[in-house]
């Protein structure tokens, strides 16, 4: 899960709190299919001869058809109280260079038709989801494919005054705020990469605060 789904989680988390209105998040991974969905880009890559892009030979992540997605959104809606933090069951991790041989496959071609191309990990990429942070304690319900992930909620003014924080760098480099996010999430692990050295970091807190 990305930063920014971490801090939108805490703040519907901590909205719900204060809201007539029964707030709830739901965790899942990737719809096959949907708007953004890896599937079509693969398809599109083998309809115009390859390559296929892939970042990595070993990153995996978690797939879904949009039915049984919307079936089990739905379900998590109707046993949420307000507050609760949904995890869906989404079976074993697929490997993307797997699905990617899989589609050329499906396609009628031979596996040296179509060439796949390792580009490397973006900034932050990770090779596998991660479905709950460390803190986290897993509890079944009333489904069998609807778990949730609890622990201590979120109170709107720590996360009010975490957002007013980030508010002050939105104008700076990706690299500035990346570094700042590490400082004041805790769960950001991001890959330092082509992000600013800590002493540089530490140098733009002081002249902020100045």
Do not use: W
């Amino acid at each position: 899960m990305g930063c920014s789904k971490l801090l939108a989680e805490r703040f519907v988390q901590a909205i719900s709190q204060e809201s007539k209105t029964k707030f709830i998040v739901v965790r899942f991974g990737n719809v096959l299919a949907s708007n953004g969905s890896v599937v079509p880009t693969f398809q599109e890559q083998i309809r115009r001869g390859g390559p296929i892009t892939v970042t990595h030979p070993g990153i995996e992540r978690f797939f879904m058809t949009i039915p049984e997605a919307s079936q089990l959104v739905l379900q998590a809606a109707t046993l949420g109280s307000g507050g609760e933090i949904f995890v869906l069951d989404m079976g074993e991790s697929v490997k993307i260079v797997d699905l990617a041989r899989d589609l050329i496959a499906l396609s009628g071609l031979e596996p040296d038709d179509i060439e796949i191309v390792f580009t490397g990990l973006r900034p932050g990429e990770k090779l596998y989801e991660e479905l709950y942070f460390e803190g986290e304690r897993r509890v079944s319900t009333k489904h069998p494919k609807v778990f949730c992930a609890m622990h201590r909620p979120a109170e709107m003014p720590a996360v009010e005054a975490l957002l007013e924080d980030l508010s002050e760098v939105i104008d700076e480099s990706p690299q500035a705020v990346r570094a700042h996010l590490r400082d004041v999430v805790p769960e950001y692990t991001g890959e330092v990469g082509d992000q600013l050295a800590a002493p540089q970091a530490e140098e733009m807190r002081k002249a902020r605060a100045k």
